[in-house]
């Protein structure tokens, strides 16, 4: 059952969670002093019965903890908090009452497999919710959106949603699945020209000022000629394949007495 001291943690949870802007430090070390306390009081994963209240307030906990984690950009700490909310969101869905942050949630970890390439689990994850709602919930559709207009290759589209999204956490996930968008384009760029207009380079990059396109060009190794206002592209000295003439010849030989052998 949860303790007055476990109560207590969690109502100043709440409190620092839902002011604007999130104290991130202060939620962290609740959490953590949270977790602990779930866990002797076998809430965290719960195997047992256990009372309603206790339940929701565990659930609603992880909740935060898994919005908290998007927020201060830490993924490998929303991957633990939603697959330690799959308890709450499978095995006691008929026991607990909806929760408003659970197609939210759902809808981010979407989302989350998308920016790391995981295709066939998004599939997987889709496959495992109710048909009817997929197309209907905006936090669901948003991401399988997301995932048609990338296999169209119409990224614009993918950067326009950026200020389409259901939820302001899920601009972080938008942010980074274009940082993947831009390095696909950018190696194309590279193996494509030798340069490009920096105007051209912008709008193909979906940079909106010249000083994100210095700073992503930089990190890539381009060169910027303002006064010629082109990007120039690192040229890449050609492989030189060596071949290895005496191993060839040796093999050979050996493959040659084997034959004589044969015969």
């Not at 059952?1 to 969690?10: E, G, I, K, N, R």
């Not at 274009?178 to 020209?193: H, K, L, N, Q, V």
């Amino acid at each position: 059952m949860v303790t007055s001291q476990l109560q207590s943690l969690y109502q100043q949870l709440q409190k620092a969670f839902s002011v604007q802007p999130c104290q991130l430090n202060t939620c962290k070390n609740l959490l953590a002093q949270l977790k602990v306390g779930l866990v002797e009081a076998g809430l965290l994963v719960p195997q047992k019965e256990h009372n309603l209240d206790d339940l929701t307030i565990s659930r609603d906990i992880l909740e935060m903890g898994a919005i908290w984690s998007v927020r201060s950009k830490d993924v490998p700490s929303f991957d633990r908090y939603f697959s330690q909310l799959q308890t709450f969101y499978k095995d006691y869905s008929n026991v607990l009452p909806p929760s408003p942050q659970e197609f939210p949630i759902r809808g981010l970890n979407l989302i989350r497999l998308l920016t790391q390439n995981r295709i066939a689990d998004f599939h997987i994850t889709l496959e495992a919710l109710p048909a009817e709602i997929i197309y209907t919930n905006p936090f669901l559709k948003h991401p399988v959106n997301l995932e048609q207009w990338l296999m169209e290759g119409s990224y614009s589209k993918v950067w326009a949603a950026r200020n389409e999204t259901p939820a302001e956490e899920y601009k972080y996930f938008v942010d980074s699945l274009m940082g993947t968008i831009r390095s696909e384009i950018a190696s194309c760029e590279e193996a494509a020209y030798n340069s490009l207009p920096i105007k051209d380079a912008c709008t193909l990059l979906f940079f909106s000022t010249r000083s994100e396109l210095v700073t992503f060009a930089q990190q890539r190794g381009w060169e910027i000629d303002i006064m010629g206002e082109q990007v120039r592209f690192a040229t890449k000295g050609e492989e030189k394949l060596e071949i290895p003439k005496r191993k060839l010849i040796a093999s050979s030989l050996i493959y040659a007495k084997e034959l004589e052998q044969i015969v």
